[in-house]
């Protein structure tokens, strides 16, 4: 079993910047992936960032705002977030894939709203 928990989500102006943070427990190792999804009111569960061991990939609509990284000897990934639009607010969901199985936060909601 895997358990994550994220944090770090609130409300923020246009143009700011917010860091989301995802601890993960259990039998996860530094190789598997983790990733950053989020999902707006009415629509899908979109993936935003996923990182692995010497890569990571990113959605082309964040692409040059946000930076996901991995710190393996506190087995948490971030999210940084910059130069926030409007159309960023979601609850965004940390993943983890272990054993072949998805693992999700509880989420974690990001208002970007002047």
């Known amino acids: 079993q895997v358990q994550l928990v994220e944090s770090g989500g609130g409300l923020v102006q246009p143009g700011g910047s917010l860091r989301l943070s995802c601890a993960a427990s259990?039998?996860?190792?530094?190789?598997?992936?983790m990733g950053w999804y989020r999902q707006a009111p009415g629509k899908q569960r979109d993936l935003v960032a996923r990182?692995?061991?010497?890569?990571?990939n990113y959605a082309d609509f964040v692409k040059g705002r946000f930076t996901i990284s991995r710190d393996n000897a506190k087995n948490t990934v971030y999210l940084q977030m910059n130069s926030l639009k409007p159309e960023d607010t979601a609850v965004y969901y940390c993943?983890?894939?272990?054993?072949?199985?998805?693992?999700w936060g509880q989420g974690t909601q990001v208002t970007v709203s002047s």
């Open positions: 259990g039998r996860i190792f530094n190789f598997n992936p």
């Open positions: 990182i692995r061991t010497g890569s990571t």
């Open positions: 993943n983890a894939f272990v054993g072949g199985e998805d693992y």
